[in-house]
């Protein structure tokens, strides 16, 4: 049986195809198959979870991408596209650049170019034409039209119950999230595992955008068994299990802290202050997103150029008034591209421009790195020795090894991170 073919009400969509709600506010149009979606069906359908490719629910195809369309307040025929926006300025077909909200942007959500719905035939197969050039780079994050997956950022309706939001839609991979309150300004995640002594998976410090320690900070470990004994204050040592001592830090800024447990939630919202949607255990979701606030949030993302800008500054800038430990903002590096969303769906929280700012800002990051530490190891570093022991090739290939793992990037963008690695005889992870 052939695939139902888009009618007239499909090329100039007014309506959703599977629930039949009339005149949404937006509506997703699916791809290739252009059958639209309101907002509703759409995060149902994206609610998937499995290794099951994401298909039309009207024509049984597999959807490759989609787009939102949102309607006008003026004319309900009238479309104005909502993708997640490039860093540079969008233009239109030809050539002239977008002016309001209510313009078609050409871009989708995975980052292939559209025609413009100034005409009838906005989502005619001929018009679109020229905009199959682009697919490639819209996939480069290693996907192609066979491979994408159904999405899992367990997007839900905006009636849901609480129900849809059981422990079934966590991704049972994450790890136990303990918080501990009144850290030391000058803590690092060394001093951390060396005080819990106990095994941690990744210790999370956190920085504001002028580099000021938070008096927060988390650590992540792989069971509640682990979470369990560092609650009770044991610490695993060579004469055995002993009491482990409430006090973190060194000389006068050593301080009583508190543990408690928290979760991915909490602490992917710390790490990502500027995501406006909300957190299914570390993946970005957009559950009890308002309906007129969902264009916003994409288009806002799950990290921004200028927290990227912001941290790249202090690793440039170690003198920066804030920043007591200068090699904090390379571990806030860290645990940015160790959360960066491991699903392939939730790539469409991070547009291309802020993966290779991203990819950038790491590669400097190394190329500054490097020569502190060797600057250290000879014993040239102006540096104190507290901070100085901190600039170890640990902290190299901490940040190397987490960078090619990170799934946000593509292997293009992964091999420039092998060359550099090359450059300074850095060994890279065995696969």
Not at 346 to 374: C, H, N, Q, W, Y
Request: charged share 25%; aromatic share 6%.
């Amino acid at each position: 049986m052939l695939p139902s073919q888009p009618t007239e009400a499909v090329l100039n969509p007014t309506d959703c195809s599977v629930c039949l709600a009339s005149d949404p506010y937006s509506l997703a149009i699916l791809q290739p198959c252009l059958h639209p979606l309101c907002s509703t069906c759409l995060t149902s359908a994206l609610n998937i979870v499995g290794e099951k490719d994401m298909e039309c629910a009207v024509c049984k195809q597999s959807v490759a991408d989609f787009k939102l369309v949102r309607r006008s307040a003026k004319d309900t025929k009238a479309n104005a596209a909502v993708a997640v926006p490039a860093l540079s300025n969008s233009t239109s077909a030809n050539g002239s650049e977008k002016g309001g909200a209510g313009d078609m942007l050409d871009k989708s959500f995975f980052g292939h170019s559209f025609p413009s719905s100034g005409s009838s035939n906005a989502f005619d197969h001929d018009a679109d034409s020229e905009s199959t050039r682009d697919l490639e780079s819209a996939f480069e994050f290693g996907l192609d039209f066979g491979e994408l997956r159904a999405s899992t950022p367990n997007l839900e309706p905006q009636h849901s119950s609480g129900e849809h939001s059981s422990l079934r839609d966590l991704p049972k991979e994450d790890n136990v999230v303990l918080r501990i309150d009144n850290v030391p300004w000058d803590i690092t995640p060394i001093q951390i595992k060396r005080w819990l002594q106990q095994p941690v998976e990744r210790a999370h410090i956190l920085l504001d955008s002028k580099g000021k320690t938070m008096s927060h900070a988390y650590v992540e470990v792989r069971d509640d068994a682990t979470a369990d004994d560092i609650l009770r204050g044991e610490a695993a040592t060579s004469a055995g299990m002993n009491e482990r001592r409430n006090i973190l830090g060194r000389g006068k800024r050593a301080r009583g802290v508190t543990i408690t447990r928290s979760g991915q939630k909490e602490l992917m919202h710390d790490l990502f202050p500027r995501w406006r949607g909300s957190f299914s255990g570390s993946r970005p979701s957009l559950i009890n997103v308002d309906e007129d606030r969902i264009t916003g949030v994409l288009e806002v993302g799950l990290l921004t150029e200028i927290e990227i800008y912001e941290l790249l500054y202090l690793i440039k800038v170690p003198e920066s008034h804030f920043l007591k430990v200068t090699s904090l903002p390379f571990y806030s590096l860290i645990s940015i591209l160790s959360k960066l969303p491991t699903d392939e769906d939730s790539s469409v929280f991070l547009s291309r421009g802020i993966k290779d700012k991203l990819l950038d800002a790491t590669l400097e990051a190394i190329k500054i790195l490097m020569p502190r530490i060797v600057k250290v190891k000879e014993g040239s570093s102006s540096l104190r020795y507290s901070e100085g022991e901190e600039y170890t090739i640990d902290l190299a290939y901490d940040l190397l090894h987490t960078a090619l793992d990170c799934k946000a990037f593509t292997a293009q963008q992964k091999q420039q991170l092998v060359n550099l690695a090359q450059t300074f005889s850095l060994m890279l992870p065995e696969h």
